[in-house]
């Protein structure tokens, strides 16, 4: 809030307490800021949209192109060619016509035969080196690398616990997801039940990094309120 | 006794609010300082920073606004000093998340350099490219050549002005980025398969501390350099940039006392809802 003027920091400070009043309770000071907040973003949105991509991107090269095509097809005339590709995203809009509903499914099924294509690069590409990373040594060397055939750094008691531990959990878990068939057979009961004390463990972690960010977010604001416009502390 | 301890189950939320806003208020009024210990995913992104060759420059997709600031500002904070720290030219980009985020890390910059770099000149050692959308086709359109993706920089220069932006005019494509260093509440995972796995640029992360269990198993396959956690990476990032505990001043240093604070007044909360959940039930049976 450095340099900002003092009736920034004032506005700000409404603004922020009430939408913290909600705490106290629900009221109208906080539904109407939360609409003006709303409308705010979405119309921030709107004109960086068209100023950063679509007007460069897609909006002056297709204007540049039919300005080429009038001055008879000089060079830079393919431009042109982008009005397909608004065409094309304007197809989207028959989604609100009953009657022309089938114009937008051609759009749909481009979109969706790209996307299964490239998810399916995506997946193998982001998943293949976590599998690979799974199978680890029970005995390591300090750089995770394994004691026959590894590298020259010393054995580490702390490194193989540490991967007995990992792959002891992956195991567990996936035994857990295993719904095909009754855990009767006491290993598999077992094993199981440990799996859902380590995915317990797991949520715990991820409740724990939940209030650490709620917390952010808050003392953010304390931080604004108390600093810029209360003055108070300031370390 | 069982009876009086039951009720600590139905204490009223607002005394726990406010509970909350006098501990995380006290360290901003009275100067407390706490020791920071740093953790492997911070120290391998500040090492791998350290090593940057001077002919590349560093990528920070910083796709983050109000909402995440109190984690988000301080782990871009820190990472530029170092960069300026460094004299390492950086690259200011929002993909997909938030437009506001360009704006954002403007803010941030400004204050740096008037604070600290006053000598550091926009197109010499940063540059700042703006919103763009498109997902993992802009990730792939930045990485095979950055000037099909952006035509402008947020100022309005070409990218091909070499006047305004003689920095731009090294870098053309993925080749010439050491690392990508993606900032935002939940940084798209798009940046490992589309860019790493493609091209073996190396990602690093700065997330909201929510979303980091997600990520950590990037870590443990190499397929993220380094992350920086909530307010507790940016912190700890402050400590490696400033061993002498006077001299850090970051966002993340400002915050963490306060949440250790409030993460006392949570775990009081959870020990006293525990003692009033076995004292009701004690009583019931």
Not at chain 1, 15 to 33: A, E, F, H, P
Not at chain 1, 37 to 60: D, R
Not at chain 1, 139 to 164: E, K, Y
Not at chain 2, 217 to 234: E, F, I, N, P, T
Request: with cysteine; proline share 4%.
């Amino acid at each position: 809030m450095e340099g900002a003027e003092v009736w920034q920091i004032w506005l700000a400070a409404i603004v922020t307490l009430g939408i913290y009043s909600y705490l106290i309770s629900d009221n109208k000071l906080y539904r109407l800021l939360l609409n003006v907040m709303i409308g705010l973003g979405v119309g921030y949105n709107f004109i960086i949209m068209w100023k950063q991509v679509l007007a460069p991107l897609w909006w002056e090269p297709m204007t540049r192109g039919f300005a080429a095509v009038f001055n008879g097809f000089a060079p830079g005339s393919a431009g042109a060619l982008w009005v397909l590709v608004g065409l094309l995203g304007t197809l989207w809009y028959f989604q609100f016509s009953r009657k022309y509903l089938w114009l937008s499914r051609i759009v749909i099924g481009m979109t969706l035969g790209a996307g299964a294509g490239v998810v399916f690069k995506q997946q193998l590409l982001m998943n293949i080196p976590q599998i690979t990373d799974s199978f680890r040594p029970f005995i390591a060397r300090a750089d995770g690398t394994p004691l026959v055939g590894g590298s020259a750094a010393p054995l580490s008691l702390w490194m193989s616990l540490n991967n007995i531990i990992f792959v002891g959990t992956i195991v567990c878990v996936m035994v857990y997801f295993f719904f095909s068939f009754e855990h009767k057979w006491a290993p598999v009961r077992h094993t199981a039940r440990l799996g859902r004390w380590l995915l317990m463990i797991s949520f715990g972690a991820f409740f724990g990094n939940t209030v650490m960010t709620r917390m952010a977010v808050f003392l953010e604001r304390l931080q604004f309120l108390l600093r810029d416009w209360l003055h108070v502390g300031g370390f | 006794m069982a009876e009086w301890l039951s009720k600590l189950q139905t204490i009223d939320r607002r005394w726990i609010y406010l509970s909350i806003w006098i501990a995380c208020a006290l360290p901003f009024v009275v100067n407390i300082k706490l020791p920071v210990y740093v953790s492997p995913e911070t120290r391998r992104l500040y090492d791998f920073i350290e090593q940057c060759p001077p002919d590349k420059v560093v990528m920070v997709d910083s796709a983050w606004d109000a909402g995440s600031q109190g984690e988000n500002w301080g782990q871009v904070e820190v990472v530029f000093e170092h960069l300026f720290r460094k004299r390492i030219p950086f690259i200011v980009t929002a993909v997909e998340v938030t437009p506001l985020g360009p704006q954002f890390a403007d803010k941030v910059i400004e204050k740096l350099v008037r604070e600290k770099f006053p000598d550091r000149k926009y197109g010499v050692d940063w540059v700042n490219l703006g919103y763009t959308k498109g997902g993992w086709q802009a990730m792939q359109q930045i990485a095979k050549d950055i000037r099909q993706q952006y035509r402008k920089d947020s100022r309005g220069y070409s990218l091909d002005d070499a006047e305004k932006l003689p920095l731009m005019q090294r870098v053309r494509n993925i080749e010439d980025i050491y690392l990508i260093y993606s900032v935002t509440y939940s940084p798209l995972e798009d940046w490992i398969p589309f860019v790493h796995g493609m091209y073996g640029t190396p990602i690093a992360f700065g997330c909201a501390g929510i979303q980091s269990t997600t990520y950590y198993r990037y870590l443990l396959s190499r397929q993220l350099v380094g992350m920086l956690v909530g307010v507790r990476g940016a912190a700890e990032y402050d400590a490696l940039l400033h061993p002498d505990l006077r001299d850090r001043n970051s966002m993340g240093t400002k915050l963490i006392v306060p949440q250790a604070f409030g993460h006392l007044v949570i775990i009081v909360a959870v020990v006293l809802g525990n003692v009033g959940y076995f004292a009701a039930r004690r009583r019931r049976s």
